[in-house]
């Protein structure tokens, strides 16, 4: 007999867990990403994918006395998450989930979330604990291992409720326009300059309604 919360739980509306990075990097990108359906591509983009290219292809191998599973799908019922993992190896009966990403090593919290999302899910796939994992940075070829502590978990279960709560609202988040969008590929459909500078916006507005003007003294 199942309790009243797991069903609840059961009908939550799936939560990709890419959104997790995206939201926790900045919220108006998450929200054009899985909202708005947008997705542009720059340099840094293009290298994620060519990163991506062998860890994207779902296969199971042995490698060194390791079994590794490349392109694995994730989900939990009881956070309603759905995704899939770029690599999990099996050093024996424990998963250690490994995530790429292109560029170099670096302590970015995001990326931490995203990962722990994922050992969260094969936690309640495997009925497993899985205490640590890594990220392997693909310009540097090192790793970053993961411990999954109880503030990370937190921190986990506490964004995936946001970004539940904006994809149910329909809600755009205001747009930050810091250095964040310098290296962000969706910067010209954010047009971060504009919509946070106010004073450039009533400019840009004041000329529109100047040359409409114009146009219909001129007729």
Not at 26 to 48: K, S, V, W
Not at 124 to 133: D, F, K, N, T, Y
Not at 160 to 185: E, F, H
């Amino acid at each position: 007999m199942k309790l009243k919360d797991d069903v609840n739980r059961e009908d939550l509306e799936p939560v990709m867990i890419s959104a997790l990075e995206h939201y926790s990097y900045c919220p108006r990108q998450c929200a054009l990403i899985h909202l708005e359906q947008i997705f542009d591509e720059n340099i840094y983009t293009l290298r994620g994918n060519i990163a991506h290219e062998r860890v994207d292809q779902a296969t199971s191998r042995n490698e060194d006395d390791i079994q590794v599973e490349r392109g694995l799908p994730l989900w939990s019922h009881r956070l309603g998450l759905t995704g899939r993992a770029d690599v999990v190896e099996f050093p024996g009966n424990v998963p250690y989930p490994v995530e790429y990403k292109q560029g170099k090593r670096r302590d970015w919290e995001y990326e931490a979330i995203q990962l722990c999302a994922q050992a969260l899910c094969l936690e309640e796939m495997l009925g497993i604990a899985v205490p640590q994992g890594a990220i392997y940075y693909c310009s540097s070829r090192v790793r970053r291992e993961i411990t999954f502590d109880t503030p990370l978990r937190e921190m986990v279960t506490k964004m995936t409720g946001a970004v539940r709560i904006l994809l149910k609202s329909s809600y755009m988040p205001s747009a930050v326009n810091d250095q964040r969008c310098n290296k962000c590929s969706l910067i010209e459909s954010c047009l971060p300059n504009v919509v946070v500078q106010s004073d450039r916006w009533k400019f840009y507005r004041s000329h529109l309604f100047t040359v409409e003007e114009e146009s219909i003294t001129g007729e």
